[in-house]
């Protein structure tokens, strides 16, 4: 089943995104360090407190978010299908419940309970991180997709996403898009001070920290086995822009900025082939 790199937490966004989507479950866990750079932190706020707006306590406002994915399903004959999740190359799998070479050093299985019913699972050393329940509708157009996250902290994070086919295709087979997810885990994430010029974001949910800093440069972030390349820019004291990269093919693009009343931050990511972008929205708590 897929990574989901980017959906999962504020961490997960700045390191790729999306996935993921992941992420799309990837940067969660003990609070493994990463770095990129950012600018030198404002000394003056809309605050007044002569704190960098984006420092604070932030919890995810789901209703105001707009999460969209796609994933591109391809029958190869008989019980072997393509997967494009996006966020890395497309992965080969014979559905009979095996455990089968996957991105980023994980395992996939995925199993075929009924026509309409597929299960699958992804597995990091032998754990399994997520769990799939891919059910689909009477008349083909659309996927539920049942989607579970086992970060190593025991804090399991659900989401169910639900896809719409795009284009022709049958059976599981297609191009399916989602502007639907319903977010059943609180994400806070907390933004704190780092190295005296830079930002360290801390996703409470999962314990991951990713401390950014801003010349532009890239910077390698290692997290549940992923590597990326990091850069990021400070447009103005609320806004920053970053760019992601895996094997030097830029794997999203995003936006964080604070609202003039310091109350809201909006992460914006962008994906390489997709037209419409996921849009965050996290409310200062």
């Not at 789901?62 to 994933?71: F, H, N, V």
């Not at 029958?75 to 014979?94: A, H, I, Q, R």
């Not at 284009?167 to 780092?194: E, H, L, N, R």
């Not at 820019?233 to 794997?251: P, Y």
Request: charged share 20%; glycine share 10%; net charge negative.
């Amino acid at each position: 089943m897929r990574m989901r790199i980017t959906i999962l937490s504020i961490a997960t966004f700045i390191v790729l995104a999306c996935n993921s989507h992941a992420l799309q479950a990837q940067d969660l866990g003990s609070a493994p360090q990463s770095q990129s750079n950012l600018a030198t932190r404002p000394t003056a706020t809309a605050t007044g407190s002569g704190d960098d707006p984006m420092l604070g306590s932030w919890k995810l406002n789901a209703q105001k978010s707009r999460l969209i994915d796609e994933m591109k399903i391809t029958g190869l004959g008989g019980n072997k299908y393509s997967f494009d999740f996006g966020g890395g190359p497309p992965e080969t799998v014979v559905a009979d419940g095996t455990d089968q070479p996957g991105n980023f050093g994980t395992t996939n299985s995925t199993t075929i309970v009924s026509p309409d019913e597929w299960r699958g699972e992804r597995k990091k050393n032998g754990k399994v991180q997520i769990a799939g329940i891919w059910t689909l509708s009477k008349d083909g157009k659309t996927l539920h997709d049942d989607f579970t996250y086992f970060p190593d902290n025991g804090k399991t994070v659900h989401l169910v996403y639900v896809y719409e086919r795009r284009g022709t295709g049958s059976g599981f087979a297609g191009d399916w898009v989602s502007t639907t997810a319903q977010i059943d885990t609180v994400y806070v994430v907390q933004v704190k001070p780092f190295d005296g010029d830079g930002l360290s974001i801390v996703n409470s949910a999962d314990g991951t920290t990713k401390n950014i800093k801003s010349d532009g440069k890239d910077y390698s972030n290692t997290a549940s086995g992923v590597t990326t390349v990091s850069s990021a820019q400070r447009r103005d004291e609320r806004t920053i822009a970053l760019t992601d990269k895996i094997d030097g093919k830029v794997a999203d693009t995003q936006e964080i900025s604070v609202s003039a009343d310091s109350n809201t931050l909006t992460i914006t990511v962008h994906v390489p082939d997709r037209s419409d972008p996921n849009v965050l929205v996290f409310e200062r708590q």
